[in-house]
C-alpha cells in the first residue's frame, strides 16, 4: 500500500525548534518530488514547501524562508522539514504529500494523515 | 505570488443537488490547477488535476473546467458524503497557492 507517515509534531515553547519527518512506504521515494502543507485551526490549506526528487531545487512559501528547511533521505525514503523560531502562528497539521509531474500538470496525489504542531508556553 | 480567488466560501445544498465551485487565478496559468476535498480529521484528496482531468477512484459525478485564469469544481448529484470543504491549487509557479476553501454544508 501506498502510505506516507508524517511523526515529529509536539506542543513547545515560542522560540523553539522541531524536526518534522514523512517516511514513505509502499513506493521509492527517490523518484518523486515531495511537498509540504499545512493547516492551522480554523484556517484553510497552506502550501508551505517543495523539494525536488534530487533536492535540487527546493522552493518554500516566501514568508518561510529562513525559518523552514526542507531536505530528504532517499536512502532512508524519508522527507523532513525542520522548523526554527517557533511562533503561535506556526500551529497547525503538518503534511507531506507525494508530487506528479506529468504531462498533464503537477498535482499531490498521496498525503499523509498529518502530525500536529502546537506552539505554546 | 499567484493568487487564487475561491468562491463562495460556503454554500448550503440537499442531496442530490448540483453544486459549482469557482477559483480565479490572478494570472493566467493555463490548466495546472487541481481541485481537493478535505474532512475533518482527515487528510486532503486529490479529485481533479490539470483542470479537468478526474484522478483515479474519484466518482464521475465531479467535474471540472476551465483554463487561463478562470476554473470551475462542479459536483453533480451530491451525495452525503461530499459534504466537505474544497480547495482549489495552482501548480503553475512557486510558491504554489491555495484558494481560501469552500465548505459546503447541509440544507
Known amino acids: 500500500e501506498v502510505q506516507l507517515v508524517e511523526s515529529g509534531g509536539d506542543l513547545v515553547q515560542p522560540g523553539g525548534s522541531l524536526r518534522l519527518s514523512c517516511v514513505a512506504s509502499?513506493?521509492?521515494?527517490?523518484?518523486?518530488?515531495m511537498d509540504w502543507v499545512r493547516q492551522a485551526p480554523g484556517k484553510g490549506l497552506e502550501w508551505l514547501s517543495y523539494i525536488d526528487s534530487s533536492s535540487n531545487p527546493i522552493y518554500y512559501e516566501d514568508s518561510l524562508k529562513g525559518r523552514f528547511t526542507t531536505s530528504r533521505d532517499n536512502a532512508k525514503n524519508s522527507l523532513y522539514l525542520q522548523i526554527n523560531s517557533l511562533t503561535a502562528e506556526d500551529t497547525a497539521v503538518y503534511y507531506c504529500a507525494r508530487a506528479l509531474t506529468s504531462g498533464s500538470g503537477y498535482y499531490m496525489d498521496v498525503w499523509g494523515k498529518g502530525t500536529t504542531v502546537t506552539v505554546s508556553s | 505570488d499567484i493568487q487564487m480567488t475561491q468562491s463562495p466560501s460556503s454554500l448550503y445544498a440537499s442531496v442530490g443537488d448540483s453544486v459549482t465551485i469557482t477559483c480565479r487565478a490572478s494570472?493566467?496559468?493555463?490548466?495546472?490547477l487541481n481541485w481537493y476535498q478535505r474532512k475533518p480529521g482527515k487528510a486532503p484528496n486529490l479529485l481533479i488535476y490539470?483542470?479537468?482531468s478526474l484522478q483515479s477512484g474519484v466518482p464521475s459525478r465531479f467535474s471540472g473546467s476551465g483554463s487561463g485564469t478562470y476554473f470551475t469544481l462542479t459536483i453533480s448529484g451530491l451525495q452525503s458524503e461530499d459534504f466537505a470543504t474544497y480547495y482549489c491549487l495552482q501548480s503553475y509557479g512557486f510558491p504554489r497557492t491555495f484558494g481560501h476553501g469552500t465548505k459546503v454544508e447541509i440544507k
Open positions: 494570472q493566467t496559468i493555463s490548466t495546472n
Open positions: 490539470a483542470a479537468s
Open positions: 509502499g513506493f521509492t521515494l527517490s523518484t518523486y518530488s
